[in-house]
């Protein structure tokens, strides 16, 4: 029910949950993103009808596989499909016919019903870099990730104002059992912030655990009736889907939480050199992923996925930040809309090993290519270096910062009175200036976007401050918003219930590392 409130179940210790929540030191949040500006359309018309025609052949006549996955096959040969081993074809227009169930748009609600987010329409929600190993800062260079490290990320975002979103893994905490890390995450999440956040993917049995976690900080009947996690079910192309990833799919769509179904595409490995060729893969394997989370609950809210990068032919590594993306990306987006779908994709994307030139570059043709492709939800939006292995501190505060760009610029151009400044030009006429003029005394505050980050003074004053680069700015403005971090406030008792659920879960199992 999009707009409704966590119904708290009733219990003790509401006297400390006041008391908690009058000495909560409040940070400041933007709103989700609302476009007002025009999508970007690459393709025609006819361009997107041959795309839609030939994913449609692509799983009537190649078809796609789900494997290690016997009541998948099951569930498909229910639906009309044709079942060959774990191959799986799809009458044309059956995944199309099936899709007609999963919204446009929908609420995903945070504990914090004002950070609540709308995904879908014209609206752009904003979430940091997911699934680093290693991450990177100044003072500790590479290295792997810690839960540590997990939890100071999550402040971050936290703090973050252009953030709508805490994410998922931020990054990968490698001191923690495999079997047991999203336990600690979940918590971190729900605990160190009070923005939405995203469930575990990595074993079916850790999203029920993920749910279950919810039920206590939402209320149980909250979660069945409403959508508080969204999470990442990634693709494995070219279009097979395996049992984890479906596994997970399974638990979500059957209790009403969101999956961002994605291709992860590296263009020349995982799908054809060509920008239409890889928009059919990408498109057929969305069909039957979103077509896969309405057989099991229609009505399910879901996400059109494309995580899109090309290809360095010489060493194989990834590239991005490349025109080919961008077409890839302004395509998916009109292929996403055509089918009336959420759309995710773009971010902070770059190969650099530093937050340096070559990171600033790709990450804002990256950023800026998301905008005007129509993304709902960019998922890496800060954080992101080395094609997604490392989560670096200060690139995560630099990229947050510029996601404030991207709020200015959506919001397209004012014509009301005001902005049309008659008065203003009346006042100054032809040779003066306009400082001191009424009309900018009166929006000088609001008028210009303005960096928290970047510096703009004069070299004389930036040279006796130290002669500080972008990185020296962004590793100081970390310590600040760390050491500025306050905790939001939450209820003693669901504190109290997900610690213990924590501890029990992580004593019913021994460690495991791989």
Not at 35 to 40: G, Y
Not at 52 to 75: C, K, Q, S, W, Y
Not at 178 to 186: E, I, P, S, T, Y
Not at 388 to 400: C, Y
């Amino acid at each position: 029910m999009a707009g409704a409130t966590p119904r708290r179940r009733s219990r003790g210790g509401g006297g400390a949950a006041r008391r908690a929540e009058r000495t909560a030191i409040k940070i400041e949040t933007a709103k989700y993103i609302e476009r007002n500006i025009p999508n970007f359309e690459v393709l025609s018309e006819e361009a997107l009808d041959i795309i839609e025609h030939n994913a449609e052949t692509v799983l009537e006549e190649i078809g796609v596989n789900f494997i290690d996955n016997p009541a998948a096959l099951e569930r498909w040969t229910a639906a009309g499909a044709e079942v060959s081993g774990e191959r799986v074809r799809i009458p044309r227009g059956l995944a199309r016919q099936l899709i007609k169930t999963a919204p446009s748009q929908f609420t995903q609600h945070a504990r914090d019903p004002g950070k609540s987010v709308v995904i879908g329409g014209n609206n752009l929600v904003l979430a940091p870099v997911y699934g680093p190993p290693f991450v990177r800062d100044v003072q500790g260079g590479r290295r792997y990730a810690t839960m540590d490290d997990f939890n100071k990320f999550v402040k971050l975002a936290y703090m973050s104002k252009w953030l709508h979103h805490s994410g998922g893994t931020v990054c990968e905490p490698t001191d923690v059992p495999v079997n047991k890390r999203h336990l600690d995450m979940l918590l971190a999440h729900m605990t160190l912030s009070d923005k939405p956040f995203m469930g575990s993917v990595t074993d079916p049995s850790r999203a029920q655990d993920s749910v279950e976690m919810c039920e206590i900080l939402f209320g149980k009947d909250f979660v069945q009736e409403n959508t508080v996690m969204t999470s990442l079910i990634n693709i494995n192309s070219p279009m097979t889907f395996d049992d984890v990833m479906m596994g997970a799919l399974e638990v979500y769509a059957r209790n009403n939480q969101a999956c961002i179904v994605s291709p992860f595409i590296v263009g020349g490995a995982m799908a054809p050199v060509s920008v239409a060729g890889t928009l059919t893969q990408v498109l057929a394997e969305v069909l039957a992923g979103i077509a896969y989370s309405q057989i099991i609950r229609p009505g399910a809210p879901v996400i059109f996925g494309a995580m899109v990068t090309s290809i360095d032919m010489n060493s194989g590594a990834p590239t991005f930040g490349t025109p080919e993306a961008s077409h890839i990306t302004y395509g998916a987006g009109q292929l996403a809309r055509r089918l009336g779908l959420p759309f995710r994709s773009a971010g902070s994307f770059c190969g650099s090993k530093l937050p340096d030139a070559q990171a600033a570059y790709e990450t804002s043709n990256s950023l800026n290519m998301g905008l005007m492709a129509g993304v709902n939800f960019m998922l890496h939006a800060c954080g992101w270096l080395e094609g997604g292995l490392v989560a670096d501190f200060e690139k995560f505060v630099m990229d947050a910062d510029q996601l404030g760009a991207l709020h200015g610029l959506a919001k397209g151009v004012n014509m009301d009175e005001n902005a049309q400044a008659m008065d203003a030009i009346r006042e100054v006429g032809p040779g003066g200036h306009y400082l001191g003029c009424a009309h900018t005394q009166a929006n000088f505050q609001s008028a210009f976007w303005k960096s928290d980050l970047l510096d703009y003074k004069p070299f004389e004053t930036w040279e006796e401050e130290g002669a500080r680069d972008t990185r020296t700015l962004a590793s100081n403005r970390v310590e600040h918003l760390l050491a500025n971090y306050r905790q939001p406030s939450l209820d003693p008792e669901i504190a109290g219930a997900l610690a213990a659920y924590v501890a029990e879960k992580k004593a019913s199992m021994p460690d495991a590392f791989i």
